[in-house]
């Protein structure tokens, strides 16, 4: 059984050892983070590495380095940084910070759920009274949103009040995608381009040349900068966004979403294997599936 100290010491070493590229982590840096003196910090890896939890790298370059043996004690996954489960604290993604297990505490209902997220990182950086959303799951992409109420430093839990609980349908693009799309010809006015996106109540439509194929896609937004700019007599092909980011019709909705939150758009286009445009799927398509609204 490893005292409050060895876990603690143990769970901070992994929490650098995360970040650090294969890199050991030297005593000094772990007491800076646990604010403890590093003389304490050596003579507690001596019993850490006799219980096969710590093992010792020599040379200039050397340090500490956990074991396999350690993940397991602290029922922590041994995973990479793609399959990592992210931590949200005001819609932004903290760094260093993620998931490594949810455990539902109560249900007795709905809307008084208690989670229990164990974490791998620095979680001193959260408080209570955060609002935090953990999630999507790499499994069932399930998403927890919540209010902390109780943060374990030792144990690297934080106790949420959840206020949401949702899971991303299993769902393709292609099945919520908008495949009747509204598309603007690069031949069209800017005037007459307004005028069918505002008739539609669209944000934005793909811009297509005179064989039909997409070239572009042009925006409500890109249309009043344009305007604001003195440019009402420019053509779609200069004031359209030639960045296009399509997806193959089978990606599902949840790598969907990774791949507009890393692009910072709110549309993508859907293909074929060939290439082909087959529809539109944006944010709100999205959102909605996942409220259950589609």
Known sequence: MLTSVQKEILQSLINLYRNAEGKSIKG?????????????????????????LVKGVPGPR???????????????????????????KDGKKLKDISVAKIEF??????????????????????????????GPTPVN????????????DMDNILLLDTTAIRSIPKKTVLEVATVDVIKLNQSMTLKEAARILTHEHIEGAPVTDDEG?????????????????????????????????????????AEAIEIMNKNRIGRLIVVDTDGTSLGIVTRTDLLDKIAGIK
Do not use: F, W
């Open 28 to 52: 000094e840096e772990i007491a800076e983070l646990m604010n403890r003196n590093p003389g304490t910090i050596r003579n507690q890896m001596q019993s850490l590495r006799s219980l096969g």
């Open 62 to 88: 050397g340090g500490y380095k956990p074991t396999v043996k350690a993940y397991h004690t602290l029922n922590i996954s041994e995973s990479n940084k793609e399959t990592q489960v992210p931590i949200y």
């Open 105 to 134: 505490t109560s249900i007795p209902h709905p809307g008084e759920c208690e989670a229990a997220v164990k974490a791998v990182g620095n979680i001193k950086k959260l408080d209570l009274g955060d609002k935090i959303r953990a």
């Open 141 to 152: 992409k399930l998403i927890v949103d919540g209010i902390i109420v109780g943060r374990d």
């Open 213 to 253: 194929k997409v070239s572009g896609i042009l925006t409500l937004s890109d249309i009043t900068r344009a305007l604001a700019d003195g440019k009402e007599n420019s053509s779609l092909t200069d004031l359209m966004s030639k960045n296009l980011i399509t997806v193959e019709k089978d990606v599902m909705i």
